[in-house]
């Protein structure tokens, strides 16, 4: 006679929290991305740097789209650096294939990107209705609209009293190139507690740092751009062309996902109370690999076997006194080698940090 066991059901028992299909999940989920919108030079381009540098995810915006392809060294970086060097100027429509050809590479999967200066104002080859429809049809839709809201009045204050640097091009403000009376109003400021008080600090010292000699404050100059008659120009046509249809798109996102910021506050103290909306929503910045290579430390490593290779890096850039990296599967091969059906061993001066594990990679790139 069968036992009573034989027909009991079998069960597979499953760790549904495995590590690896965890990580994998990671991996394969949508980046967060970001989209800024706002008045002409009310800070877009500052906000956008600032988060890229922050979250780890990529940059797309004209000009720096256009810097990388020209230093890329490739038949159209090369094709592009000869209309320049010949006083052409670069048509829109190259422009806005290489915003969409950057938009659909494989790091913008993996990193997310954050947006500034699109839907741009020209029309020369997509209208602003177009321009934003392209947006909508993206294989990754921004996930959060950053308005950055300013009135007119003091927005023209403000770039009016931009000054620029001719020789170096930097761009200055106010309370940068005349800021005796500006650190005087700071000091009767701060008062509110001390993080702000903090903060402000903060702000006065990367002001120092500029180091502005008397020379540089006599060579500075106002752009025609930034005249108060020019500044009324482009906010008018800002809100007769393009503020309806933005106001559109805004309305058809998620309201939870559509971030207001005030146009007045500095740079730095728009950029913290973003991140602090953020955080607040549970967002974490995308996962980048880190360099884990120290100069000091080379010559102990490079040389190691394996196990001592591995003890050295696991010490490295420690986010915590007893937390150490931890040995990835692949072990000293590269994982990217490995990838194309080739086995490298990987270089201590190309190991990287990814998540809680390290990667020791053969080549740079």
């Known amino acids: 006679m069968l036992s009573d066991d034989s027909k009991q059901p079998q069960w597979n028992f499953t760790d549904r929290f495995e590590e690896d299909d965890a990580e994998q999940d990671l991996l394969l989920s949508k980046p967060e991305c970001f989209i800024i919108v706002g008045k002409p030079s009310v800070g877009k381009s500052v906000l956008a740097k600032s988060i890229a540098k922050a979250w780890g995810c990529k940059l797309i915006e004209a000009s720096q ?7 890329s060294n490739t038949e159209l970086g090369r094709k592009l650096q000869k209309i320049l060097n010949m006083g052409g100027r670069i048509s829109e429509e190259i ?3 290489l915003i969409l050809d950057k938009l659909n590479s494989e ?10 200066g699109i839907p741009s104002a020209s029309e020369e080859y997509l209208t602003i209705a177009e321009q934003i429809e392209l947006i909508k049809n993206l294989k990754l839709n921004p996930d959060f609209i950053i308005n950055i809201k300013c009135p007119d009045y003091d927005l ?4 009016s009293g931009q000054r620029q640097d001719p020789i170096h091009g ?5 309370e940068q190139w005349n800021p005796d009376k500006e650190k005087k109003k700071k000091k009767e400021d701060i008062i509110y507690g001390e993080e702000e008080e903090e903060e402000e600090i903060e702000v006065i010292e990367e002001e120092e ?8 404050l006599n060579r500075l100059v106002m752009r025609p751009e930034d005249f108060p008659g020019s500044v009324d120009n482009d906010v008018a046509f800002y809100k007769n062309n393009m503020l309806r249809l933005l106001e559109d798109y805004m309305a058809d996102q998620d309201p939870h996902h559509l971030i207001e910021l005030d146009g007045n506050k500095k740079p730095r103290e728009l950029f913290l109370s973003l991140k602090s909306r953020l955080e607040f929503m549970g967002l974490q910045p995308t996962a980048v690999p880190v360099l884990l290579h120290d100069v000091q430390e080379e010559e102990e490593i490079i040389e190691a076997e394996d196990d001592d290779l591995f003890r050295g890096l696991s010490a490295m850039q420690r986010v915590a006194p007893r937390y150490r990296w931890r040995r990835s599967k692949w072990g000293r091969a590269c994982p990217v080698a490995l990838s194309q059906g080739n086995v490298v061993m990987g270089k201590s001066q190309f190991a990287v940090r990814f998540l809680d594990k390290m990667y020791v990679l053969s080549t740079e790139d």
């Not at 023209?156 to 770039?159: A, F, G, H, M, T």
């Not at 740092?209 to 540089?216: A, G, P, R, S, W």
Request: no cysteine; net charge negative; glycine share 2%.
């Open 65 to 71: 789209i256009l810097q990388e392809t020209l230093y």
């Open 209 to 216: 740092e500029l180091d502005l000699n008397e020379d540089t």
């Open 107 to 116: 790091e913008i999967d993996h990193y997310g990107y954050v947006m500034s």
């Open 95 to 97: 422009m806005i294939n």
């Open 156 to 159: 023209r204050e403000r770039i």
């Open 170 to 174: 930097r761009l200055l403000q106010k």
